[in-house]
């Protein structure tokens, strides 16, 4: 059985993706957003975390989180969050994907997401913007929109509205985001 180690540390800043099951295009509907926001809720009135910045995408999502200084589990957060937007879904009529996976029916998962998660730890200032960027660039990168502004499903407007970004920030058009560096150091 492999191992995955993961870096854990008080008061950490991680960057996570997380993926349907087969790549399931789900989340943008409605009924998974709304799902998906009580999940983050309700997890956070639990245990305490900062969304630093999300995008949320047909299949997967990627985010920002930061942990209470003496804190170091977000894979029981991430557990939790998987669970409960599940029941959710399917108990809203959202469809589960059928596994023949022996594994997956021995832990009586549900075919609504991927086992696992990606998660990066936030090194430093410049990694933290990076990633920043990646996220609210992902919609463009994706081929969904011509501007990050054009995507409602991120925390892109959020940093507009801090001055963070401009509203023409991440166009396309205008040929000023380039992420094919980050390709080694993001995970989707």
Same mark, same amino acid.
């Given at each position: ?118 998660? /990066? ?20 990168? /994706? ?30 058009? /205008? ?14």
């Amino acid at each position: 059985m492999p191992h995955y180690r993961r870096s854990y540390i008080p008061g950490g800043i991680y960057f996570f993706t997380v993926v349907t099951y087969q790549r399931a295009n789900i989340l943008c509907t409605d009924t998974a957003r709304s799902a998906l926001r009580q999940a983050l809720i309700a997890c956070r009135e639990r245990w305490p975390f900062e969304t630093v910045a999300i995008v949320l995408l047909g299949d997967h999502l990627h985010t920002i989180w930061r942990l209470p200084s003496d804190d170091t589990n977000y894979s029981h957060r991430w557990s939790w969050i998987k669970g409960e937007f599940s029941k959710a879904w399917l108990a809203a009529g959202g469809a589960e994907r059928r596994s023949t996976s022996t594994s997956r029916s021995i832990r009586r998962e549900r075919g609504v997401w991927q086992r696992r998660f990606w998660e /990066h730890t936030i090194r430093d200032e410049k990694d933290l913007q990076r990633h920043i960027d990646y996220i609210h660039y992902n919609p463009v990168r /994706h081929g969904l929109v011509d501007c990050a502004g054009a995507y409602p499903y991120s925390s892109f407007h959020r940093y507009v509205d801090m001055d963070v970004y401009s509203r023409d920030w991440g166009c396309r058009e /205008h040929g000023v985001m380039k992420f094919d560096d980050l390709k080694t150091t993001v995970g989707e």
